[in-house]
């Protein structure tokens, strides 16, 4: 049986992705004299060489978790017999997905309106501070030493993805600086919950996750 939920946004593209800052290394001409040399080589070379003074790190925001409901606007259609949703694309294209699944993705972006409002509130806004989400490993996440419950327990989600907050150094191609973040790392570290729970009020049932919020401090690099 299928049941068709209409609901008002337009339907996107949801991928499980990383949206994290990626290094895009430069392509700098083939050496001359050097046929043995290739472009690879050459771009290695200049990412071992460019190493900007920027801590890479992920962490938890230290501000204390909220729980918040929403009622999700998407248009899909919901597979009863095996639980599971479709969704048709404007291309033409489709995908089926398992239903918590489609409801991690969906809380994961409304987590990210969400953590804006908060960024917006707290004024830690600016150059270089942008909010998204992507895919996020527990393991990857830096954590106090006197932790009492592990990030396994703590957080709930049926897809490796969460909310993020990005603090990030932007370099031309030739490694000189064209901006840096408005307010320091640990500003919005502290401004940032640690954790958000969302309930999606779906038509045919609610969905619930509970996620880590991290802050990524990073770099990125024009080719």
């Known amino acids: 049986m299928i049941r068709r939920a209409v609901l008002a946004a337009s339907v996107g593209s949801i991928s499980l ?11 700098p001409p083939t050496a001359e004299g050097n046929p043995d040399r290739n472009e690879t080589q050459d771009e290695e070379q200049e990412t071992a060489e ?14 204390a978790g909220i729980s918040f409901t929403v009622a999700p606007e998407w248009e899909y259609a919901y597979l009863e017999e095996n639980n599971s949703v479709r969704i048709q694309y ?4 489709s995908s089926t997905m398992a239903f918590e699944t489609f409801g991690t993705l969906r809380a994961a972006d ?10 917006d509130d707290n004024s830690v806004t600016g150059t270089g501070v942008s909010t998204g989400w992507g895919r996020v490993e527990l393991r990857e996440i830096e954590t106090s030493t006197n932790e009492t419950i592990s990030a396994q327990e703590e957080f709930t989600r049926d897809a490796p993805v969460a909310p993020k907050v990005y603090h990030t150094h932007h370099y031309a191609r030739d490694g000189s600086l064209i ?15 640690r954790s958000m729970e969302i309930t999606m009020r779906f038509p045919e049932r609610s969905y619930t996750a ?3 919020v991290v802050c990524t401090k990073d770099w990125t690099k024009n080719e």
């Open 17 to 27: 992705v990383s949206a994290g800052c990626l290094f895009d290394s430069a392509s």
């Open 50 to 63: 460019f190493n900007p003074d920027v801590e890479q790190m992920t962490r938890l925001g230290d501000a």
């Open 90 to 93: 404007d291309s033409g294209d």
């Open 110 to 119: 409304h987590c990210s309106d969400r953590l804006q409002q908060i960024l």
């Open 179 to 193: 901006s840096e973040p408005a307010v320091p790392f640990e500003d919005l570290v502290e401004a940032v919950p």
């Open 210 to 212: 509970m996620f880590p």
